[in-house]
């Protein structure tokens, strides 16, 4: 796996092209917008998502998805949920049935809305045929700056096929990027979703002044409906307690990096949804994945009390306090078992 083609050139597309160009992997960065990767092209650095991050001579930079798909080895998809279909849809049409990617890797963290699907499950319709089997998923607590200023990471690459799994663990590893290999597809996935519903959580009850308390609390909680959502949907449990799933909860719900827990904190200082988003350059995949997840602990049948709350207040106006409020009064619970003693 010598080639890369690197699909979205956002701060966690370019952070990830930087870590395999440094390493010496033959890679290019594909964006749609031909005004903004000339940009890149001449100040060799991202100046307006992961600025002060230089770009190695070998790093080549396209609009052209033709050039970025085409005779890859791999494909790394680093897209929006809301866009990755449309993009993939694009890139199916391009590929040679003589000479297919030995892979294509989501980094992306998000549930389709309009489906409830995955970023494999979309692969999986999109994609030709010969292709299925060979998605995987790269998921973690990974904050696109700190990976791309070098500081020591450690995340989950799952696909499942084992082979596949350890080639892709050696592409991605470096002396600061340290990556576990991991057989649940579904697990990973979600966890990655997952986690960002509840750093706007999180992020609302920090806005409200409610102290590490209440933090504390909402990790612990959420980290229970990602659980019960994800053994519903056939993820290992395991999976939850590991980076793809606690590690990355806790990186999002604590850490000002994340653009959920941003989402959140404004939230909770009393703007509306509308206010924020009109002023956001990046997306904050939580804001459209608590209405996937929504659907889904309704197609599961799975109580997930903090995800509703987060819901209704992006979609359905609850004040915040009024969230907070319905959660604390809740009937009370076991807390292994979520039944009621009456």
Same mark, same amino acid.
């Given at each position: 796996?010598? $080639?890369?083609?690197?699909?979205? =050139?956002?701060?966690?597309? *370019? #952070?990830?092209? /930087?870590?395999? @160009?440094?390493? &010496?992997?033959?890679?290019?960065?594909?964006?749609?917008?031909?005004?903004?990767?000339?940009?890149?092209?001449?100040?060799?650095?991202?100046?307006?998502?992961?600025?002060?991050?230089?770009?190695?001579?070998?790093?080549?930079?396209?609009?052209?998805?033709?050039?970025?798909?085409?005779?890859?080895?791999?494909?790394?998809?680093?897209?929006?949920?809301?866009?990755?279909?449309?993009?993939?849809?694009?890139?199916?049409?391009?590929?040679?049935?003589?000479?297919?990617?030995?892979?294509?890797?989501?980094?992306?963290?998000?549930?389709?809305?309009?489906?409830?699907?995955?970023?494999?499950?979309?692969?999986?319709?999109?994609?030709?045929?010969?292709?299925?089997?060979?998605?995987?998923?790269?998921?973690?607590? $990974?904050?696109?700056?700190?990976? =791309?200023?070098?500081?020591? *990471? #450690?995340?989950? /690459?799952?696909? @499942?096929?084992? &082979?596949?799994?350890?080639?892709?663990?050696?592409?991605?590893?470096?002396?600061?990027?340290?990556?576990?290999?991991?057989?649940?597809?579904?697990?990973?996935?979600?966890?990655?979703?997952?986690?960002?519903?509840?750093?706007?959580?999180?992020?609302?009850?920090?806005?409200?002044?409610?102290?590490?308390?209440?933090?504390?609390?909402?990790?612990?909680?959420?980290?229970?409906?990602?659980?019960?959502?994800?053994?519903?949907?056939?993820?290992?449990?395991?999976?939850?307690?590991?980076?793809?799933?606690?590690?990355?909860?806790?990186?999002?719900?604590?850490?000002?990096?994340?653009?959920?827990?941003?989402?959140?904190?404004?939230?909770?200082?009393?703007?509306?949804?509308?206010?924020?988003?009109?002023?956001?350059?990046?997306?904050?995949?939580?804001?459209?994945?608590?209405?996937?997840?929504?659907? /889904?602990?309704?197609?599961?049948?799975?109580?997930?009390?903090?995800?509703?709350?987060?819901?209704?207040?992006?979609?359905?106006?609850?004040?915040?306090?009024?969230?907070?409020?319905?959660?604390?009064?809740?009937?009370?619970?076991?807390?292994?078992?979520?039944?009621?003693?009456?």
């Amino acid at each position: 796996m010598k $080639s890369v083609g690197v699909l979205g =050139a956002g701060s966690w597309g *370019t #952070a990830l092209a /930087l870590l395999l @160009a440094r390493k &010496g992997v033959s890679t290019v960065m594909w964006g749609r917008d031909q005004g903004f990767i000339n940009e890149l092209e001449e100040t060799r650095e991202n100046t307006r998502y992961l600025p002060d991050a230089p770009f190695p001579d070998n790093l080549e930079l396209t609009s052209n998805l033709a050039d970025a798909v085409q005779g890859r080895d791999v494909l790394l998809v680093v897209i929006p949920s809301h866009g990755f279909r449309k993009v993939m849809r694009q890139v199916a049409a391009l590929l040679d049935e003589d000479h297919l990617p030995a892979a294509i890797v989501s980094a992306a963290k998000g549930i389709e809305n309009s489906t409830l699907c995955s970023m494999t499950e979309i692969l999986e319709q999109e994609m030709p045929p010969a292709l299925s089997g060979r998605f995987a998923v790269l998921s973690g607590p $990974s904050f696109a700056r700190e990976v =791309a200023d070098g500081l020591p *990471t #450690a995340v989950s /690459l799952a696909a @499942a096929d084992t &082979g596949l799994c350890m080639k892709l663990q050696e592409l991605f590893s470096t002396d600061s990027f340290r990556v576990y290999s991991n057989l649940d597809v579904v697990g990973v996935q979600l966890g990655g979703a997952l986690k960002n519903v509840m750093a706007i959580a999180s992020g609302i009850s920090d806005g409200m002044k409610f102290g590490t308390n209440t933090r504390a609390a909402l990790i612990t909680r959420g980290l229970a409906e990602m659980t019960r959502l994800g053994m519903k949907a056939g993820a290992n449990p395991l999976t939850f307690a590991g980076l793809a799933g606690l590690g990355d909860l806790v990186l999002t719900c604590t850490g000002d990096l994340s653009r959920n827990r941003q989402v959140g904190l404004r939230l909770g200082a009393g703007e509306t949804i509308d206010e924020i988003l009109d002023s956001m350059t990046m997306v904050a995949e939580g804001v459209k994945t608590s209405r996937s997840v929504h659907e /889904l602990s309704v197609k599961y049948e799975v109580e997930m009390p903090i995800t509703e709350q987060v819901y209704r207040v992006i979609y359905q106006g609850l004040e915040p306090g009024e969230a907070v409020k319905e959660l604390m009064m809740r009937p009370p619970r076991h807390e292994l078992y979520g039944v009621s003693f009456s």
